[in-house]
């Protein structure tokens, strides 16, 4: 499954370009801009399975760094401040990834 089968294109287009400078993503915008905020819980487990790059049933610290290369390849990577504000924010139960569930509540925040 790609992430385009759930989100559209221009949308994923237009909340890249909102933060290409190193340290201008903010998740709460980023999930509103792309419409993942407004998708249905299963659509958004379905995208988690896409970002959970080693199917590992998290997504940790390294696949965080690479969120915007899941949306298109010619993305940046992260930066650390960004990768470690983004885990923080995901991550509430301190076990140093996000599962399923806490990426649910992370996108309808």
């Known amino acids: 499954m790609a992430i385009t089968d759930i989100l559209s294109a221009k949308d994923i287009e237009s909340a890249l370009s909102s933060c290409q400078a190193d340290d201008s ?43 915007l290369k899941n949306f298109s390849s010619s993305a940046r990577v992260l930066t650390s401040a960004e990768t470690k504000a983004f885990l923080a924010a995901g991550d509430t139960d301190g076990d140093g990834k996000i599962g399923v569930e806490e990426f649910q509540s992370l996108v309808k925040a």
């Not at 659509?43 to 199917?55: H, N």
């Open 25 to 67: 993503f903010n998740y709460k915008s980023f999930f509103s801009t792309v419409g993942l905020s407004s998708k249905t819980p299963d659509q958004i487990k379905k995208v988690f399975a896409i970002l959970d790059q080693d199917k590992s049933g998290f997504i940790e610290e390294e696949e965080l760094q690479l969120f």
